[in-house]
């Protein structure tokens, strides 16, 4: 498999209409989350914007943003 390329800069002198992009996912201390890989936890810690503790019961994983794989319940 093949690593997605990185998203085009939208240039100032494009003709074009500059994409949307959507809102970072935020999450806090406390917060109840699914994780695609890891499954259900409870986010321990927080680095602000930069990475989560989050506890799954078995382990403690650190997830780094951007968290694609994991939504808040």
């Given at each position: 498999?093949t690593?997605?390329?990185?998203?085009?800069?939208?240039?100032?002198?494009?003709?074009?209409?500059?994409?949307?992009v959507?809102?970072?996912?935020?999450?806090?201390?406390?917060?109840?989350?699914?994780?695609?890989?890891?499954?259900?936890?409870?986010?321990?810690?927080?680095?602000?914007?930069?990475?989560?503790?989050?506890?799954?019961?078995?382990?403690?994983?650190?997830?780094?943003?951007?968290?694609?794989?994991?939504?808040?319940?």
């Amino acid at each position: 498999m093949t690593k997605p390329s990185a998203p085009r800069r939208h240039l100032s002198t494009s003709p074009f209409k500059a994409p949307i992009v959507p809102p970072a996912k935020q999450f806090g201390l406390g917060d109840r989350v699914s994780h695609d890989q890891y499954g259900l936890g409870r986010i321990v810690d927080v680095e602000d914007g930069i990475a989560l503790l989050v506890d799954f019961g078995s382990r403690q994983v650190r997830i780094v943003s951007p968290y694609s794989r994991m939504n808040k319940l």
